[in-house]
């Protein structure tokens, strides 16, 4: 009799991957951490054409450049984690909020 006890209980499931919401939202930091770098680099190299072709080789057209570059990379982040909570395209609506 304990042996067929023994036989029916299901053995627990070892979880090795990592959750799907954990997933997405670990692929969107990574985007927006390479967006980040991109830009603000693209940013800082427009920076340093301007600065030598334009403005007597000063600094503050690289540091404009790299806070262009890095402000749309944030924005676009922004942007990115708010889609979810958004209107979605058919019309129906994201999240809900149901409220008393």
């Given amino acids: 009799m304990a042996e067929e ?4 209980i299901p053995a627990p499931i070892a979880r090795t991957s990592k959750p799907l919401s954990e997933a997405l939202l670990n692929d969107k930091w990574d985007r927006c951490l390479s967006s980040v770098l991109i830009r603000s680099g ?9 600065s030598v072709l334009l403005f007597k080789r ?7 450049g790299t806070g262009f570059g890095a402000g749309r990379a944030v ?9 979810a909570a958004s209107e ?6 994201g999240l809900r909020v149901l409220r008393p």
């Fill in 88 to 93: 979605s395209k058919d019309g129906l609506g």
């Fill in 5 to 8: 006890a023994k036989s029916t």
């Fill in 58 to 64: 000063r600094a503050w057209p690289l540091w404009i």
């Fill in 42 to 50: 693209l940013g800082l190299s427009f920076g340093v054409i301007f």
């Fill in 75 to 83: 924005e676009e982040c922004d942007n990115s984690f708010k889609r």
